[in-house]
């Protein structure tokens, strides 16, 4: 073991965020399973450029360029997943040693540099043996990522300063589930429900597992959106309350309250005692924010019980989602005000933008968009500090450009460009100007 685990955490954490399945590659090698993402990948029209992850960043190969990234960076946290299918190639029983070496590798470089390991055990790769099994609407796959967790925290458990258990397990249930247009392609609408429920079960249980091997923090990675009615009327404001239920507060009554938002209380897949194990006392909890959510009430062909609808007036990223930092601050002291006692200190745990942004002829990258949408946000952030609020980390989505899930390799939301055709890297403008904003910490100055 390398490393000075004994390091006291810093005051702040500051870092990036990558996921495995985004950056990895190397998906057949050293006794890697298939994931759900290798077969929704192969399917003809799933992914906007027919790419898939078989290569990606390649960083199952090129890590120590990635760790030397955040190194250069001064960065002193690193969010990075673990693919379940390295370690558990179908998903339960035999352990893969090669894929958790890798782990291991990636574990102590990063405690060598003095940065602090931010795994996440599931970012979307569920290992297809699962999926043939039914995939999150099984409940067993929440006992058998219960039994993942505890194979790498005895692992890992001694050098890892936070553990993730889930990433966004409300976009895993509305993008893969519900609308199918994620992995695995579900299209059940509001009967994604279970997968949503299974997936806080696991989360509970991974946490007992968690604590079980290992004296890590443990946190669960939540997407969060302030959700604005379109209008005053009673209807809008009623669909957005439920909109709310479902976005926010599923993931977050259940795991800090232990109950269920009234809206969602009535579901057949919550059995006796589910609540109990999903509320485990958490160390932190981490926020990806991207933007807020506009909803109105549903037309009356919408079989749905609300009605997304752009949200004008503000700059727009190249994804198209709106730049709207004052949400963060707004999402930030929200959750102060809502769950008070109830809350763990936050972490930012994702927050970051897509543009097109391309290499001058010197191949230097200016992304002026970019360290403007940084720097609001990390404003936003400190606003919410000042408003008393306890948030102890902030990390970009993301390190290096890479594999986009179903917009494949057409949206760029790295700091650092990725030549996807030769695998080199390319700090952009953003990355210089982040590792200045890290240098000055929370200075008495800032924001
Ligand atoms: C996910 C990332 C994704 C990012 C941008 C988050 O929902 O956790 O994997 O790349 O948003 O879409």
Redesign the pocket.
């Known amino acids: 073991m390398t490393g000075d685990v004994t390091r006291p955490a810093p005051d702040f954490w500051w870092g990036a965020a990558t996921?495995a399945y985004?950056v990895e590659g190397a998906v057949d090698e050293d006794g890697r399973g298939p994931s759900i993402w290798d077969t929704f990948t192969a399917e003809p029209g799933r992914i906007t450029d027919g790419s898939t992850g078989a290569v990606a960043c390649d960083s199952y190969h090129r890590w120590r360029e990635d760790l030397d990234l955040l190194n250069g960076l001064g960065a002193n946290a690193y969010r990075f997943s673990i693919a379940w299918p390295r370690v558990q190639p179908f998903g339960s029983g035999a352990v893969n040693a090669a894929g958790l070496a890798y782990y291991d590798r990636l574990v102590d470089g990063l405690l060598e540099r003095g940065i602090a390991p931010f795994p996440t055990l599931f970012?979307w790769d569920l290992p297809q043996a699962l999926q043939d099994a039914g995939g999150w609407l099984s409940r067993d796959t929440a006992e058998r990522f219960a039994e993942y967790a505890g194979v790498v925290g005895d692992a890992l458990g001694d050098r890892v300063a936070c553990w993730g258990t889930l990433?966004?397990p409300f976009?895993h249930m509305a993008l893969s589930y519900a609308f199918g247009t994620h992995a695995p392609g579900e299209v059940l609408l509001l009967d994604a429900f279970a997968a949503g429920h299974h997936q806080l079960l696991g989360h509970g249980l991974a946490t007992q597992a968690l604590r079980a091997a290992s004296s890590a923090a443990v946190m669960l990675v939540n997407?969060l959106t302030p959700v604005r009615a379109a209008s005053a009327e009673p209807d809008d404001v009623a669909a957005a309350r439920v909109y709310d239920a479902f976005h926010n507060r599923m993931f977050l009554d259940t795991v800090l309250l232990g109950t269920y938002p009234e809206e969602l209380a009535d579901a057949e897949v919550v059995r006796e005692g589910d609540l109990a194990t999903i509320a485990q006392p958490l160390d932190l909890l981490g926020v990806?924010y991207?933007n807020p959510t506009q909803v109105k009430a549903p037309g009356p062909d919408n079989p749905l019980p609300f009605e997304i609808v752009p949200l004008e007036g503000y700059p727009r990223t190249g994804f198209d989602w709106p730049v709207v930092p004052q949400g963060l601050t707004e999402l930030l002291v929200g959750l102060r005000d809502s769950y008070a006692d109830a809350l763990p200190p936050l972490v930012v745990t994702?927050n970051g933008c897509a543009y097109p942004d391309e290499p001058a002829p010197d191949g230097t990258v200016d992304d002026p968009d970019r360290i403007a949408y940084l720097d609001a946000h990390i404003r936003a952030v400190g606003a919410a500090r000042e408003a008393g609020v306890d948030v102890r980390g902030y990390l970009v989505?993301s390190l290096l450009d890479n594999f986009?899930?179903a917009e494949g390799y057409t949206q760029r939301?790295g700091i650092t460009r990725v030549d996807f055709a030769t695998g080199e890297r390319t700090p952009k403008a953003s990355y210089g100007w982040y590792r200045n904003r890290i240098s000055r910490d929370w200075a008495p100055d800032l924001p």
């Open positions: 996921a985004q970012h990433n966004e976009v997407n990806n991207y994702e989505w986009e899930w939301f």
